[in-house]
Nanobody, 122 residues
Framework: QVQLVESGGGLVQAGGSLRLSCAASGGTFSRYAMTWFRQAPGKEREFVAG????????QYADSVKGRFTISRDNAKNTMFLQMNSLKPEDTAVYYC???????????????WGQGTQVTVSS
């Protein structure tokens, strides 16, 4: 059974940075395309960024493009989200999710973490 555990959330001032991590266990991490989502209070969960199983291709939501960077280290079974120039509207619970397969997709996401809170103060 694959388990995903997020870490790195916290409270930061607007303009600051945070680096989220998603550690995987119980499976072959290099076979999974991975994705970051977020959900703010009262809002639906939204896609933030995705990365192919190899790490070669990435995708971003328009709202974070140019500020966030997704990456992964398959040798360490870990995915990252570097968040720079944070804004109050980035405040949300951030979740990592994975699917078996090489390509980024919002479907068949079988594995989910428990989430980590990111709060950006103005």
């Amino acid at each position: 059974q694959v388990q995903l555990v997020e870490s790195g959330g916290g409270l930061v001032q607007a303009g600051g940075s945070l680096r989220l991590s998603c550690a995987a266990s119980g499976g072959t991490f290099s076979r999974y395309a991975m994705t970051w989502f977020r959900q703010a209070p009262g809002k639906e969960r939204e896609f933030v960024a995705g990365i192919t199983s190899s790490g070669i291709t990435t995708q971003y939501a328009d709202s974070v493009k140019g500020r966030f960077t997704i990456s992964r280290d398959n040798a360490k079974n870990t995915m990252f989200l570097q968040m720079n120039s944070l804004k109050p509207e980035d405040t949300a619970v951030y979740y990592c999710a994975g699917r078996t397969g090489a390509a980024i997709s919002l479907r068949q996401l079988a594995y989910w973490g428990q989430g980590t809170q990111v709060t950006v103060s103005s």
